[in-house]
Antibody, heavy 120, light 113 residues
Framework: QVQLQQSGPGLVKPSQTLSLTCVISGDSVSSNTVAWHWIRQSPSRGLEWLGRTYYRSKWFNDYAASVKSRITINPETSKNQFSLHLNSVTPEDTAIYYC??????????WGQGTLVTVSS | DIVMTQSPESLAVSLGERATINCKSSQSVLSSYNNKNHLGWYQQKPGQPPKLLIYWASTRESGVPDRFSGSGSGTDFTLTISSLQAEDVAVYYCQHYDAPPYTFGQGTKLEIK
C-alpha cells in the first residue's frame, strides 16, 4: 500500500524559501509509470496544482504558470522522496500543501497535508 | 488552461434523497490516446486531504459505496449520490488530469436539509 509522508516547517518568513519533503513508501519516485505532484489549498485560491516530477528514462518537470518562476520540485532517489521549494514567498502563499501521486487517476494517493503560514 | 466549473456552489438535500453535482470543463478531457475521460471526483471533509471517489469520470474507487456514481463525457460531468447519508456531508470537487496544468473545480458544499 502506497503512503506519502510529508514533513517541513509550518512557518516561513516573507521573502524566504518554503521547503517541504514527501517520503514515499510502497512505490518508487523513479517509477516510469507515475508522476509525483505538489498541490496546495487555501480559502482564496481553492485547490491549486503546483507541479510534478516524473521519470521516463530521464527526469521531467511541469510547473503551474502562477509559480513557475519560483518553484522547484526535485526527486531524491537515494531517499525515495521528492521535495518542493518555493522561493520569495509572500502571505499569499499561506496554504495547506499536499504531495500526491497522480491525483484524480487510478494511481491517486495523497499525503496528509502541511499547513504552511507565511508571516514575520 | 482548462477551467473546471462546478454547480451548484452549495446544496442541501434531505437524508435518503438524491444529490446531484455538475462539473463543466472549458475543453474536452476525453483523451484520444485511450478514449477515456480524464476526470476525477473527490470528497473532502474538514481536516482531511481530498479522497478520490471516482476516476475516468465513472469508475468508482475501491471501497467507495455504490450510492456514489459518476457520468458524463467530453466537457460535461455529473456526480450523483443516490441516497444521501449523514456521513456524506462534505465538499466535493472535480478535477481533470488530461495534461498539466491539472485544475480543480471550486467545490460544492453538500449539507443535510
Amino acid at each position: 500500500q502506497v503512503q506519502l509522508q510529508q514533513s517541513g516547517p509550518g512557518l516561513v518568513k516573507p521573502s524566504q524559501t518554503l521547503s517541504l519533503t514527501c517520503v514515499i513508501s510502497g512505490d518508487s519516485v523513479s517509477s516510469n509509470t507515475v508522476a509525483w505532484h505538489w498541490i496546495r489549498q487555501s480559502p482564496s485560491r481553492g485547490l491549486e496544482w503546483l507541479g510534478r516530477t516524473y521519470y521516463r528514462s530521464k527526469w521531467f518537470n511541469d510547473y503551474a504558470a502562477s509559480v513557475k518562476s519560483r518553484i522547484t520540485i526535485n526527486p531524491e532517489t537515494s531517499k525515495n522522496q521528492f521535495s518542493l521549494h518555493l522561493n520569495s514567498v509572500t502571505p499569499e502563499d499561506t496554504a495547506i500543501y499536499y504531495c500526491a501521486r497522480d491525483p484524480g487517476s487510478p494511481k491517486d494517493q495523497w499525503g496528509q497535508g502541511t499547513l504552511v503560514t507565511v508571516s514575520s | 488552461d482548462i477551467v473546471m466549473t462546478q454547480s451548484p456552489e452549495s446544496l442541501a438535500v434531505s437524508l435518503g434523497e438524491r444529490a446531484t453535482i455538475n462539473c463543466k470543463s472549458s475543453q474536452s478531457v476525453l483523451s484520444s490516446y485511450n478514449n477515456k475521460n480524464h476526470l476525477g471526483w473527490y470528497q473532502q471533509k474538514p481536516g482531511q486531504p481530498p479522497k478520490l471517489l471516482i476516476y475516468w469520470a465513472s469508475t468508482r474507487e475501491s471501497g467507495v459505496p455504490d450510492r456514489f456514481s459518476g457520468s458524463g463525457s467530453g466537457t460535461d460531468f455529473t456526480l450523483t449520490i443516490s441516497s444521501l447519508q449523514a456521513e456524506d456531508v462534505a465538499v466535493y470537487y472535480c478535477q481533470h488530469y488530461d495534461a498539466p496544468p491539472y485544475t480543480f473545480g471550486q467545490g460544492t458544499k453538500l449539507e443535510i436539509k
